[in-house]
């Protein structure tokens, strides 16, 4: 299998071989209160996000202001009955915020960067030297904005949430065509929470070598275990949405984390990028002290000079120090080349020829 290449954002290098890249994700919870978004950038540094992603949208930007059918949240989300344009418009983080939101995350050592919804926002990211571009995924299919975004010739992320195979590649051919530098791919399950059960996380190293690029999670689940378990199956980022408390409520913020669960989910991130190392059966430094338990050949009585080996005065058995358990077949009926005293750890040197 080939090593799917690095890309880079404001100088972190991202995929095979480095760190799992943690993006906490802000969206809509800051509940329009410029002090909560710089709390949670806060908390993200804290917390030992990598990243802080912000949404950059407004209502009329992403949707039209209309009551038609169309424009009603339909069954089977937590925003049913609603209309787009009132929820975007409670969703959004005012644009007049950005400023001093990437200022601040710099401050916390955090790379800021958005996902810009149409190309008015692609350019006042542009003015704030915006690093990098996330696509959503519900903008997959959007060949518009990614040729817009990938034209500042900064790296994408880009969601395959809702996306087919095909879709994600005509997405990832545009980026490229379109001189993105570097694009990386996040399975993800656009659903709100999303079912640990319909997650498919094998896709993320298919992905990888599908489309030669790092891949990660944008997830959606409750808890820890599914970002976690990405890790493992080789994720390079994870995105993860943050709240400073559920309770507040909002938009996204039932299935969002909160601070500490957050930082549990870092450590244990980083826990699972150390045990996933790589394919070895060489013994490790930390079991040297245990090879003493393995089982070898040891004389179980005296034996005369001359004595045939029988299974009445060779065993298997703890600790290791004698020949392996395996050639006892081949010792058995043989004679001692010497006496040899109970508690001897068999040689092959102890072997008559």
């Given at each position: 299998m080939s090593i799917p290449p690095i890309i880079s954002i404001a100088g972190r290098q991202i995929g095979e071989g480095q760190p799992c890249f943690i993006i906490a994700e802000l969206s809509a919870n800051h509940g329009h209160k410029l002090s909560s978004a710089l709390e949670l950038i806060d908390a993200a540094a804290d917390a030992g996000a990598d990243a802080i992603k912000l949404q950059t949208y407004r209502a009329d930007t992403i949707t039209l202001d209309s009551d038609a059918p169309y424009f009603q949240i339909r069954k089977g989300t937590a925003w049913e009955g609603r209309r787009l344009y009132e929820l975007y418009e409670e969703a959004h983080t005012p644009w007049e915020w950005h400023a001093e939101l990437f200022a601040a995350a710099r401050k916390r050592g955090m790379i800021c960067f958005?996902?810009?919804?149409?190309?008015?926002?692609?350019?006042?990211?542009?003015?704030?030297?915006?690093?990098?571009?996330?696509?959503?995924?519900?903008?997959?299919?959007?060949?518009?904005?990614?040729?817009?975004?990938?034209?500042?010739?900064?790296?994408?992320?880009?969601?395959?949430?809702?996306?087919?195979?095909?879709?994600?590649?005509?997405?990832?051919?545009?980026?490229?065509?379109?001189?993105?530098?570097?694009?990386?791919?996040?399975?993800?399950?656009?659903?709100?929470?999303?079912?640990?059960?319909?997650m498919n996380l094998r896709t993320i190293p298919y992905l990888a070598e599908r489309f030669k690029c790092p891949a990660g999670l944008s997830d959606h689940t409750l808890g820890i275990a599914v970002p976690v378990t990405s890790v493992a199956l080789g994720g390079a980022i994870i995105e993860k949405h943050l709240t400073i408390r559920r309770s507040d409520g909002g938009p996204d913020s039932h299935f969002s984390l909160e601070p500490d669960e957050f930082k549990a989910m870092v450590e244990g991130v980083r826990i699972a990028e150390q045990a996933r190392g790589n394919a070895c059966f060489d013994l490790t430094p930390s079991q040297v002290p245990s090879s003493q338990f393995r089982r070898s050949l040891f004389v179980a009585s005296n034996i005369a000079e001359g004595e045939v080996f029988t299974e009445a005065n060779i065993r298997s058995v703890r600790p290791g120090d004698g020949l392996p358990p395996k050639h006892l077949d081949a010792i058995l009926g043989k004679r001692a080349a010497c006496a040899l005293s109970h508690g001897t750890p068999l040689r092959w040197e102890h072997v008559a020829s």
């Open positions: 958005s996902s810009p919804f149409d190309a008015t926002a692609v350019d006042f990211l542009e003015g704030l030297g915006c690093p990098a571009y996330k696509i959503a995924s519900f903008e997959v299919v959007d060949h518009g904005l990614i040729r817009k975004a990938a034209g500042t010739g900064k790296p994408l992320i880009i969601s395959t949430g809702m996306a087919s195979e095909i879709e994600v590649e005509e997405a990832v051919t545009v980026a490229r065509n379109g001189g993105a530098k570097g694009v990386a791919l996040l399975k993800c399950v656009s659903a709100y929470p999303a079912p640990a059960a319909e």
